[in-house]
């Protein structure tokens, strides 16, 4: 079955590797590249600044790309994927799932909002059926479904693993995150080079509550947040793409250093397209993961951890998730492979 999708914000940081993911994914076909109102009519070689270490697809350089609006794009497009400014999210994405489509977004608005789905497929698959209660709720024939903060899709898969077995109480983190998390404009050379910034605002509350959301329980009718405590401190740090992060899990069962490590190397990925053969890649060195080395395991798919340690609570380690990928374009995409998967289009 081939899927038509659109990309909406097609031009941004996280809109550009959706092409690179896209272009040669086997069900999907790339029919529509929405951007701003000063990037409507120009072609998307014109319109985007390129910054992706491989060529723009020739047949896609030359499409034309249309305002962000449901009038725009083909009707016979079955599956949008979102990558706009969350404050234009906010807006359009209802609009575009009004209009009958299915949205799998990337942007941070509604991701808490109780009949939307935030989605990490290894992680939480059974949270899609969510989409019922939405559509009862708003009437869409469409559907909106999110992917978490690319910080928090880092730390989340190992916490998974370490919450089946051993049951997480509370959790610390810190991060050390890369500028393209920030977007192109998002921080210029002079802020950074030579820099670290202490402050990415508001990622310590996505980090808080969207890991509670995504470890909670589905019952039919609602997702319960799971109880553990989690406290975040966010960095920017002059890394381009990958973010690293320094995790103290506090569990209700004894861990040992070793048995954290082996139950994260087990955590099984799925069968869909994008997921990597294996989720959780974990290094006995204690200098890895890191960045530069680490982010592209399993097409960038693949999340990293190191640096095993016990505590008088549970476990401290460190993780790593290019943010990009399995963080922000990688994440939507696989999310739309599990919404054809579950027949939502
Ligand atoms: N970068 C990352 O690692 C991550 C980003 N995200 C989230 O993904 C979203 C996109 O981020 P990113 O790609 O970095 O951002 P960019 O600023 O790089 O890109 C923004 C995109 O949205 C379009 N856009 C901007 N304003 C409007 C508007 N008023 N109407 C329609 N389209 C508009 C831009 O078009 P134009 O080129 O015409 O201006 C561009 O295509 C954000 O919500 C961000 O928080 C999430 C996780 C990770
Ligand atoms: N804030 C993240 C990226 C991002 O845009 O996150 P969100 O999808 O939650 O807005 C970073 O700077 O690295």
């Given at each position: 079955m081939t899927v038509r999708v659109g990309v909406l914000g097609a031009t941004g940081a996280v809109g550009q590797r959706l092409i690179q993911l896209i272009?040669?994914?086997?069900d999907f076909e790339l029919a529509a590249v929405t951007a701003s109102e000063s990037s409507a009519g120009k072609s998307y070689r014109e319109a985007a600044k390129w910054r992706i270490d491989?060529?723009?697809p020739d047949h896609i350089a030359e499409m034309e790309v249309v305002a962000?609006?449901?009038?725009?794009?083909?009707?016979?497009?079955d599956l949008i994927f979102s990558s706009l400014p969350s404050s234009v999210g906010a807006e359009v994405e209802p609009e575009f799932c009004e209009a009958g489509y299915v949205v799998s977004s990337n942007s941070?608005?509604?991701?808490?909002?109780?009949?939307?789905p935030l989605v990490i497929p290894e992680v939480?698959?059974?949270?899609?059926?969510v989409l019922e209660v939405q559509r009862d709720e708003r009437g869409w024939d469409g559907a909106l479904l999110k992917n978490p903060n690319c910080s928090t899709i880092t730390m989340v898969p190992p916490l998974k693993a370490l919450d089946e077995a051993y049951t997480l109480t509370d959790v610390t983190v810190s991060t050390l995150q890369a500028v393209s998390g920030a977007g192109?404009?998002?921080?210029?050379s002079m802020e950074i080079i030579d820099n670290a910034i202490p402050h990415i605002g508001g990622e310590e509350q996505k980090m808080e509550s969207e890991s509670r959301k995504l470890l909670g329980s589905f019952d039919g009718a609602e997702v319960h947040l799971h109880d553990m405590g989690v406290a975040a401190s966010c960095n920017r740090i002059a890394t381009i793409d990958g973010h690293l992060e320094n995790v103290w899990a506090d569990t209700a069962d004894d861990v040992t250093a070793e048995d954290a490590a082996e139950t994260m190397a087990e955590l099984p990925s799925i069968?869909?397209?994008?997921?990597?053969?294996?989720?959780i890649e974990v290094f006995e060195?204690?200098?890895?993961?890191?960045p530069r080395l680490d982010r592209s395991l399993g097409n960038g798919m693949t999340v990293s951890a190191g640096g095993f340690r016990e505590t008088d609570d549970g476990v401290q380690f460190n993780c790593l998730s290019h943010n990009t990928m399995r963080g922000a374009a990688g994440a939507s995409v696989l999310n739309g492979e599990l919404l054809a998967e579950h027949g939502y289009i």
């Open positions: 272009d040669p994914h086997p491989a060529p723009i962000t609006d449901a009038d725009e794009v083909p009707d016979d497009v941070s608005n509604g991701r808490m909002d109780e009949d939307v939480n698959a059974d949270h899609l059926d192109y404009s998002g921080v210029t069968d869909l397209p994008s997921s990597p053969e294996t989720l060195e204690p200098e890895r993961p890191q």
